[in-house]
């Protein structure tokens, strides 16, 4: 399978946890921007739900990039203000074309 750099259709951010201190002197994380680059997204499925007495809604999905070595699980995506946390990354290892990022949104640890 060829990837097509047609169906790369949405710039997104990549962004990784950067620790450092606060003003106390106490360990503190911040998002930092780790790459730029041409993804395609697709929704998969979606759920509501309640936690508490408050409705959550959830939505899976795939990023595809292109193929990449640096990309974990402990990063996120961020597309147009919303932010998909990474679940798995799944490298095409034979072709070495692409990268698929299972990724959730909605009920986040962002």
Known sequence: MTLRSGSLNRLVTIQRKA???DGLGQSASTWID???VWANIRYLNGKEYMVGQVEVSKAIASVRIRYREDITAAMRVLYRGATFDIA???PDTEGREFVDLAVSIGANRG
């Open 19 to 21: 620790g450092n201190k």
């Open 34 to 36: 780790f790459a730029l």
């Open 88 to 90: 798995a990354v799944l």
